[in-house]
């Protein structure tokens, strides 16, 4: 926690309240911020491609972690969630000629209903069961949207016009890092925050032991519902962002798999670790791209691995998975952790 | 929210206006005598790895074999290829860094990349060909940087319709058997048209292959008991293959029509003899029927100790995919412009037409279509090989 | 007429599959609890391991089923203790997840060794078909169900009958009561990935013949969900009904409406289910206390 060993006083309810409670921590988030606002001038586009995925996808994984990780509910929904938020959007600002800015913002209150609706199931259902329910509710989701031509345009793709404000068009990465940058700030603020609440440790009371919560007061019937609409919230504006950011939305891009990556993003981030989802969001949407550069170092030494390595890389992204989650359960957030501990206490160790 | 936590927000929101509005960095230009930067989009480990390894090893095979020949006007084809595993989310990743690169044209594959990518290389001014015949794409006021080279899966549909229409001499009826997708619905619409348009005898429905599935049984006698007696596929091989089983196992009279994608020596070779007598709608002409277009890639595959036959017909599709592109190279660098997306987009409309030596119609594009070719050879299987029943045929 | 028998022929065999798949499953899940989200690629190693037993080394089928099996024992003896054991006591979502990463390692691993372009079956299943009235079934369609049949009552009786099986319910019940009876829980676990990779084999063979041999055959694992949930997650003979109940439903819809909605008919099913008896037709009910 903090870099004391003596423990923190406060002296009124403001200090305790507050996200950052020593110089340290103030001067590290002051540095990151900075970091954050020179990527765009420093890096190069295709790293600013790169991270205006990251953004998307922390918003996104925040929503699954709300779900999984802190209430326990186990969702492979997550694409189907995803296409709504995206279909919604780009619909409400085609046909319904509404703003980008309030498109999104109804995508993702859409999500959230729609999402509540899916978490019916888990009312009655646990664990892998639930797990398995959620991944209906995908396969429902995106045959919905396949089928109803009226309203999705059916299989064909939409495309979405490029949002133009303040006299010019965002259409380059470098735009759209200011749009999703901010926003994915405010997603990790408002789900930090959430977890102070009420509503929040009633989240984790029903993950920790649900019967013993509602014996303390808990509403869990409400709670599940509204989890799920919390969480679906979050990942409709992920959906919302993809549908304007990249311009299309086409259903073949919510399959299983996307619900798979944000569940890997979460447990090699770490399970109910917010700053957890982050890193691991960076960890997982990099990765691939680190595979296919060092592949392509290794095509000039190597000639005869340039036929194999499409299929090696496939083997090596489940390996690292495995790995993860075989030498370290809880993740990057715990990893991160113990470097902090480990240069608190340097020189000595435990 | 707490004034801690707000005051980081509002400086990083009044930042994100002022910063967003100075403009980002461009792409690098092209240095006018070094290699020729031209990015690819393969599939080589996702859902169509199966055509896409073969499709994507024609690009880099015609790329070697004209660097081997001095490449153009002594520059050299320098290709950047690399797997997206049918992931969108990775095929954008790999067109940033293609951008970022400064490659003149960008080589796609499968329709999800093609039309995510539309609107950005229409933004950079990057000349696009894909494997993705869409009608949609032939339009220069929808998708302005956009080549379609081979004939439109929506043409290809034209052309099965009318010989199926020539074929059962008389009213009949045709079913479509289409992958639940964009790709497989593309055609089902504009073939409907075709028939009203034409004043066809033919009966027309729609029916989705879902993945996954062990047979089409169901599917093959709802159509039969609905009287079809052709069955148009858009689809890839395997299921192709496995619908040909079905029919032959459950003794239907119905004849296979394959569009492209289930066209090829694949489906042979999975579905053996209940291939034969089946047809096939394909652009490009198999190695099995050597033209003289089949002569270059041929050589080139026997110094390097391989095969024609062996890679296929989509092998010949990717090699004069990039041929086109290359011709369009050419004829920028030639007329004196300096080599850009626009200048490239030009060359390729303004150019003669490009010979393939027979393997296809020659292909040719203008500013009001960047439809290639509309012509497709159409043929049938016997003895396991696709043996031509007609070549050039227009709709 | 007709028609109703032929998907009712067809839907049977293809349950007989679906089964047959789903039993690897059930048993992974009935002696570990665990998900096994690789169940699918177990197939698809099962069917390229017999196709190169019998096409690259060219042995004849019966011994090519052998050595199929043999690999698949060791793979799954393998993966048991690389992949599974040091999970043992993490959450149901990590040990999900490991399986979903393995699946990406033998996917890949696959793709190194026989590339991307689909194989033809090996035949030797018997060919031609069968006419029964007015329906035709092919003579593999029919082997399928009788090869499943067997091997699932084969299970039954394993389960009822014999030292290991009753070992491995008994693990299944209460893994520490287990213990003190002297039963080897790291062995019933072993076994456990082992029988399940040895029936992928079976699945994965009777699968090739009828869909070819293709890294498709992996997103068969999917399909199987539905049946399991249906049967019960712990139930041998529920994975019978379920994949029955799966088969003929989807053939049925496919011949009768139409339309794409065979292909989440099976989902609409489970979510229904699982409102009303969230443990599945056949699956052990838990009474939960704090």
Known sequence: MAATSTGIFHRSYASELALRHTTAEKVRLILVALALLSVPFVVSPYWLTIANQIGIAVIGAIGLNILVGFTGQISLGQGGFLAVGAYSSAILHIRGDLPVPLSVLLATLTTAVIGAFFGIPALRLKGLYLAIATLASQEIILFVVRNWEAVTGGREAIVVPNMEYFGFAFRQDFHWYWVILPLAVLAVLAARNLFRTGLGRSFMAVRDQDIAASAMGVDVTRTKVLAFAVSSGFVGLAGALTAHYTGIVAWERFTLEESILYLAIIIVGGLGSISGTVYGAIFMITLPALITRVGQDLQGTLPGIAEKLPAVQVVVFGLVIVLFLIFEPRGLARIWQRIKDYVRFWPFRY | MHRRTAAPLTIAGVAALTLAACGGPGAEGDDGDGPIGIGVISDLSGATADVGTPYSEGIRGYADWLNEQGGIEGRELDLNLNDYAYDVARAEQLYSQYVNEGVVAVQGWGTGDTEALRQRIAQDELPFMSASYSEELVDPDEAPYNFVVAATYSDQMRVALDWIAEDAGGDSAVAVFHHDSPFGTAPVGDGEEHIEGNDLDLDYASYAMPDGATDYVSQLNRAASAGAEYIVVQNVSSPAAMLANNIAEQGLDLTVVCLNWCADEQFIELAGDAAEGHVMVQPFAPPTEPLPGHEAPAEFLESRGDSLENKGLHYVQGWYTMHVMAEGIRHTIESGEELTGSALRDALRSMDAVDTGDVTQPISFDDESHRGMTGTGIYEVSDGEMVELARGVTP | ?290
Request: hydrophobic content about 60%.
């Open chain 3, 1 to 290: 007429m007709s028609d109703f028998l032929q998907m009712t022929l067809f839907g049977l065999s293809n349950g007989a599959i679906l089964a047959l798949a789903a039993l690897g499953f059930v048993l992974i899940y009935k002696a570990t609890r665990v998900i096994n989200f690789a169940q699918g690629h177990f197939l698809l190693v099962g069917a390229y391991a017999f196709y190169a037993a019998i096409v690259i080394l060219g042995l004849h089928w019966t011994l090519a089923i052998l050595v199929a099996i043999a690999f698949a024992a060791v793979i799954g003896l393998i993966v048991e203790r690389f992949v599974l054991r040091p999970m043992i006591g993490e959450e149901a979502i990590s040990v999900i997840m490991v399986t979903i990463g393995l699946s990406s390692i033998l996917a890949g691993g696959v793709q190194v060794f026989f590339g991307t372009s689909p194989r033809e079956t090996p035949q030797f299943l018997p060919t031609g078909a069968l006419s029964i009235a007015d329906a035709t079934i092919p003579w593999s369609r029919v082997t399928a169900i009788v090869v499943a049949a067997v091997v699932l009552i084969a299970f039954s009786i394993f389960f009822t009958r014999t030292r290991h099986g009753i070992a491995m319910r008994a693990v299944a019940d209460d893994q520490q009561a287990a213990l003190t009876m002297g039963i080897s829980v790291r062995k019933v676990f072993a076994m456990a990935w082992a029988l399940a990779a040895v029936t992928a084999v079976i699945g994965g063979i009777l699968l090739a013949d009828l869909s070819g041999v293709s890294a498709g055959l992996a997103g068969f694992g999917l399909i199987v969900f539905p049946v399991v949930i249906l049967g019960g997650l712990d139930s041998v003979p529920g994975t019978i009904v379920g994949g029955v109940i799966i088969g003929l439903l989807v053939q049925y819809t496919a011949g009768y409406i139409g339309g794409g909605l065979e292909q989440i008919i099976p989902f609409i099913v489970l979510i229904l289910i699982l409102m009303v008896r969230p443990y599945g037709l056949f699956g052990q009910t838990r009474i939960e206390r704090v």
